[in-house]
């Protein structure tokens, strides 16, 4: 099987059935899981621009700015940090449903303004809702959120229902470690560029939980729109490391992945360190 295999198999199969399953499990009478992923979506996409623009600093007209924009607003809260939040949370039903809830609007930014800013344009407006349209992912949160609106409870799903969802989690985590794999060895060579390095990690080990840490007080103080539930939720999603798929949109589009492979990969040692360290201070 080769790794595209693996993607895809993730990408129409595996991830459908964990976001249905996350959906199916949130708490949605107040409404916050079906707006959680827009407030993701905003963050994502304040982050792209944020170092879209920082990024033109340092290279005008060079497409690194490009990826570093799309990496900014992503995260790997599948593979690694969905983990980390189901042994954080105790695999607490509504929490892992609002953490999932989220993981969507990551991935609703990783297929249109991520995917058109890495593309440098080449991807029209339409093309780009034309795309989200067909993300499987989305029509699993749809129907994992009707069936808990309308009452469905996790204790009248079949046992042998529950046992395939709960094993296909568990593949989600196998199979993604894998791809991760191999993403980085389609790679020829490793090489570490300062530049691209630090943006890399000042995007997403220090801006995202400072934009996150910033919404949650605003919130407190003023705004109040999520609960105690929500904002850990939030902080578990900002302190996931760098996506892979960063990997896989610089092979497509032939911007230095031997260097944004570099990046991952340093990003995911980094991460044995940071989000410990992170869940001590910020989370818990």
Known sequence: ?????????????????????????????????????????????????????????????NPQRNLIALSAGSANTGFIGLPVAIAVTNNDPNLIGLYISGMLGISLY??????????KGEQTPKEALSRIAKLPIIYAFIAGSLLNYFG?????????????????????????????GIALGQVDKLTIDKKFLGMAF????????????????????????YEPDVHMAMKMLSIAPIATNTVTMSLLFKIHPEKAATTVLLAAFFALVYMPLMVGLFII
């Not at 959906?23 to 621009?49: E, H, M, Q, R, W």
């Not at 990783?110 to 593309?119: A, D, P, R, W």
């Open 202 to 225: 000042l995007s997403k080990f220090v801006a995202w939980p400072l934009l996150t840490m910033a919404f949650i007080l605003l919130d407190r103080a003023f705004f109040h729109i």
């Open 1 to 61: 099987m080769q790794g595209t295999d693996l993607a895809k198999l993730i990408f129409y199969i595996v991830t459908p059935f964990v976001i249905f399953q996350g959906a199916l499990k949130a708490d949605l009478d107040n409404g916050v899981a079906l707006t959680l992923p827009v407030t993701i979506y905003i963050f994502c996409s304040i982050l792209c621009f944020l170092f879209y623009y920082l990024g033109g600093k340092i290279w005008a007209n």
């Open 152 to 180: 469905l409870e996790i204790a009248d799903i079949p046992k042998s229902v529950m046992d395939l969802l709960n094993y296909i989690q568990g593949c989600y985590f196998t199979i993604g470690t894998l791809v991760i």
């Open 110 to 119: 990783e297929n249109s303004i991520g995917f058109y800013m890495v593309s």
